[in-house]
């Protein structure tokens, strides 16, 4: 039976990680909210779950619903090989994804500061501010990381962990697309001092289910809708 | 051997959801930056670690360190009997306690919506504005969802999950320590529309163990310098 995805059918936002991780794997999935009446379903899902999610994406594999993107990916990592078989190395993928899904959460409060209820426009000075703190310190600081955890690899710099790919590979990639869209100069200085993970990233996107499926209308383009914008006055 | 601890030793923050658990499990363990020179030895295990932590709190248990809240709590809800052994009760779990980190995350920045390296003050214009939704629509949104799930659980509204206490029950009742603290008018208003929330707060409070815990030095007063803080003027 395919998995069903449910997402907001307009961005990549945090289903992206998981569409990611669906396509990598050549899982049978339904993007179910991008067909239509898909939202209403999505909605009435929410709303009447044993589990509802309190956002989306959530998963649904036949009678299991999953939400919260770290969740949904711990998930599937062990069904697909995108994640160590052994716990420690499975909970060490985890955790970095924990600390993406962090960063994730930072960048869209760069354009939403003071609250998701209102328009970037109404928030604007505020954003401005933040970008400032993002660009300067939050960007690097965690690219670094992902550098350093990279170099100590004792496998080898290619993956975050193990000699193989994980799914936190998969989102390390998606990462660095979205800040070089919403942030193309400081995220291009803080790849500079990340060699890894800029390395990372293209060698993600050379894979062959990636490259097929960002080039595929599967593959939403980044909008100003998403957790990722391009207001360049943020970009410091 | 007894687990470490490694969080900082002035404030409550993210590492009380892990003292919590530890404290319910009767786990050995040393909180070891509040001994002297723990905080030194926490910087470098920071820097050194094959598995550095981008922040903490961390957990070391032997040889294998955890970084993330929810992960290290995942780590232990599956040794210490605090989830279900069932896999898909305890992703459930760990959902849930995702979604807790989430609102733990927003509470942080309504003091700090505009970076973390900027002190309240020379951020206050901000954080009011970012209060306001706070108060108005995100302690409700999530005490509300919180609720639901206590009610649609089928083993009864005794705990989040099953009929059993799990470390997200333990993170719920900080959650709404914590929120009370910051926000007593806003989380008042929002726990009348919770009634199960409030009471399964109560009932944690109750239990031997974390009774005495809540009694003891080990338990760090709410202060100024740690995630949820009491700025009157935010609790609209």
Same mark, same amino acid.
Request: with cysteine; proline share 7%.
């Given at each position: 039976?395919?998995?069903?995805?449910?997402?907001?059918?307009?961005?990549?936002?945090?289903?992206?990680?998981? +569409?990611?991780?669906?396509?990598?794997?050549?899982?049978?999935?339904?993007?179910?909210? @991008?067909?239509?009446?898909?939202?209403?379903?999505?909605?009435?899902?929410?709303?009447?779950?044993?589990?509802?999610?309190?956002?989306?994406?959530?998963?649904?594999?036949?009678?299991?619903?999953?939400?919260?993107?770290? &969740?949904?990916?711990?998930?599937?990592?062990?069904?697909?090989?995108?994640?160590?078989?052994?716990?420690?190395?499975?909970?060490?993928?985890?955790?970095?994804?924990?600390?993406?899904?962090?960063?994730?959460?930072? &960048?869209? =409060?760069?354009?939403?500061?003071?609250?998701?209820?209102?328009?970037?426009?109404?928030?604007?000075?505020? &954003?401005?501010?933040?970008?400032?703190?993002?660009?300067?310190?939050?960007?690097?600081?965690?690219?670094?990381?992902? =550098?350093?955890?990279?170099?100590?690899?004792?496998?080898?710099?290619?993956?975050?962990?193990?000699?193989?790919?994980?799914?936190? =590979?998969?989102?390390?990639?998606?990462?660095?697309?979205?800040?070089?869209?919403?942030?193309?100069?400081?995220?291009?200085?803080?790849?500079?001092?990340?060699?890894?993970?800029?390395?990372?990233?293209?060698?993600? &996107? +050379?894979?062959?289910?990636?490259?097929?499926?960002?080039?595929?209308?599967?593959?939403?383009?980044?909008?100003?809708?998403?957790?990722? @914008?391009?207001?360049?006055?943020?970009?410091?």
């Amino acid at each position: 039976m395919a998995y069903e995805l449910y997402y907001w059918p307009t961005i990549q936002g945090r289903g992206e990680f998981v +569409r990611l991780a669906l396509e990598e794997a050549g899982a049978d999935y339904i993007d179910v909210a @991008r067909e239509s009446e898909g939202i209403a379903v999505m909605m009435r899902m929410m709303d009447h779950a044993e589990h509802p999610p309190l956002a989306p994406p959530f998963l649904k594999d036949g009678d299991t619903i999953i939400g919260q993107t770290a &969740a949904i990916l711990l998930y599937l990592g062990a069904r697909h090989g995108l994640a160590p078989k052994d716990p420690a190395g499975g909970l060490w993928t985890h955790q970095i994804q924990l600390t993406i899904a962090d960063l994730v959460a930072e &960048a869209h =409060d760069t354009h939403h500061p003071v609250g998701v209820g209102l328009y970037y426009e109404d928030q604007k000075a505020e &954003a401005l501010r933040r970008s400032d703190e993002f660009c300067e310190n939050r960007i690097p600081k965690f690219l670094t990381w992902f =550098d350093t955890i990279l170099a100590r690899n004792p496998a080898g710099d290619a993956h975050l962990v193990g000699r193989s790919l994980t799914y936190a =590979d998969l989102s390390l990639f998606q990462l660095v697309e979205g800040l070089s869209y919403a942030f193309p100069k400081a995220t291009g200085r803080a790849l500079k001092q990340a060699p890894r993970v800029a390395a990372l990233h293209d060698a993600v &996107a +050379r894979r062959p289910r990636i490259k097929a499926y960002c080039a595929s209308p599967r593959r939403i383009p980044f909008n100003q809708e998403g957790i990722f @914008r391009r207001y360049p006055e943020l970009d410091r």
